[in-house]
Nanobody, 119 residues
Framework: QVQLVESGGGLVEAGGSLRLSCSAS????????MGWYRQTPGKQRELVAT???????NYADSVKGRFAISRDNAENPMYLQMNSLKPEDTAVYYC?????????????WGRGTQVTVSS
């Protein structure tokens, strides 16, 4: 199994910055992709950014140029640097890890961290 713990959320004014962290434990060397997703009430969870073990990144169009995902190696946290924040970035942000199959599972989630951007 893989356990994920997010931190770094909070309240920030529009135009400000936050950095989210996701620490992974357990079978971390089976992780091939990690990512950040976000969800607001009444809406589906949406992709924000992903990063593969090889360092390839992918971003939602809405955050390109403002957010940066990073992860040095399997033993270090994954980060999401969020700059030029907008009120529409307000959401619960979830860390995700995709792995080789572990006991029938290959998709793991953290509990989420709230990000609120005031206008």
């Amino acid at each position: 199994q893989v356990q994920l713990v997010e931190s770094g959320g909070g309240l920030v004014e529009a135009g400000g910055s936050l950095r989210l962290s996701c620490s992974a434990s357990g079978s971390i060397f089976r992780i091939h992709t990690m990512g950040w997703y976000r969800q607001t009430p009444g809406k589906q969870r949406e992709l924000v950014a992903t990063i593969t073990s090889g360092g390839n990144t992918n971003y939602a169009d809405s955050v390109k140029g403002r957010f940066a995902i990073s992860r040095d190696n399997a033993e270090n946290p994954m980060y999401l640097q969020m700059n030029s924040l907008k009120p529409e970035d307000t959401a619960v942000y979830y860390c995700n890890a995709k792995t080789m199959m572990i006991n029938g599972r290959n998709d793991f989630w953290g509990r989420g961290t709230q990000v609120t951007v005031s206008s």
